[in-house]
């Protein structure tokens, strides 16, 4: 993966994009931690009375059981994290049209079961930037790979442009 998304960022600056690496937030895996944490929480909040009708899958029952095992000052030290974060990120993300992502850490998985591993996408998520994937060709399985583009905070329109101009160009 990690080589198709300098390919693509290749490809991209051929085509007359600007293209320069960016450092990774400092902690970023403590961040999606954080983003797993609060998930969880907030899933008790709107799940847990579902619980005695046996309907919830177990993926989501051990969800349950996280978020209602946290303790409220983790979940705010989470939430203090995270506001540091969208600071520090939203001071990258004014100077670019796009952070080029991988969308998964390799192939999709194979079947319905599972959408794969989001670690791509949980700081994103965590700190609400728009986020689009694309298709970036297939991998040595003959599996879809995909690639993530990240707007800036409320830079959605911004963001959908620069992946129509992306999108043709990953063909």
């Known amino acids: 993966m990690q080589a198709r998304v300098e390919e693509v960022s290749a490809t991209l600056a051929r085509a007359g994009a600007s293209v320069r690496d960016v450092d990774p937030l400092p902690d970023e895996a403590r961040l999606s931690e954080d983003q ?55 001071a990258v993300l004014t100077s670019l049209d796009a952070l080029l992502t991988p969308s998964a850490p390799g192939e999709a998985p194979e079947g319905l079961a599972s959408t794969g591993d ?26 879809p790979l995909g690639v993530q583009l990240v707007g800036a905070p409320h830079a959605d329109a911004d963001l959908l442009a620069v992946a129509a101009w992306t999108e043709p160009r990953l063909r």
């Open 36 to 90: 797993a944490l609060i998930m969880a929480a907030e899933a008790v909040r709107s799940f847990d009375a579902l619980r005695p009708s046996g309907a919830l899958s177990p993926q989501l029952t051990a969800l349950l059981d996280r978020g209602a095992a946290a303790r409220p000052d983790q979940i705010e030290a989470a939430r203090v994290r995270a506001v540091q974060a969208w600071t520090a990120m939203t």
């Open 118 to 143: 989001p670690v791509f996408n949980r700081v994103v998520t965590l700190l609400g930037f728009p986020a689009v994937s694309l298709p970036a060709g297939i991998g040595p399985a003959g599996l």
